[in-house]
């Protein structure tokens, strides 16, 4: 229960500020608790700056102050960096035209593929290397990321 109120101040605290939880974990131990998030800024075409970082957590800590749930914390927020994985459609949409690495398997056979993520549709992605346009259906996507 703890854990869950917890997380719906990191959203709070995200909301206030027109950031998104990328990714939150707690380790929740007494005076050593951690609370680790990293957020985006999924509105906007700039990566996450240290000058975000900094201002969600004075936002962060001031709602847990406030609430007074623990004792003691540290709070640790960074970006998804520049190898983010990519985790869904919405976030193929967001870096059409970026460098992407996609491991994808058609029945056995399993490859991974570097180059420009060009195209982008409900159905497939369309990745362009140097010599040739490559075709990958959503379904056969095992896990992909950014390739800065």
Known sequence: MLKEEILKLI?????????AVYEASLYLKGPETKI???????????PVSHG???RFSNELSAILDEKEILPAYFVEI???????KIRNKDEFYRFKGAPVKVVCEEGDKREAVKGILSEV?????????????IVIKHSSIVHANLDY
């Open 36 to 46: 680790t998030v990293k957020i985006d800024n999924p509105g906007s075409p700039h």
């Open 52 to 54: 975000d970082c900094e």
């Open 78 to 84: 960074s970006s998804p960096g520049i190898n983010r």
């Open 121 to 133: 549709n409900d159905e497939e992605i369309e990745i362009s290397g140097e010599k040739s346009k």
């Open 11 to 19: 959203n709070l605290a995200a909301d206030n500020l027109g950031y």
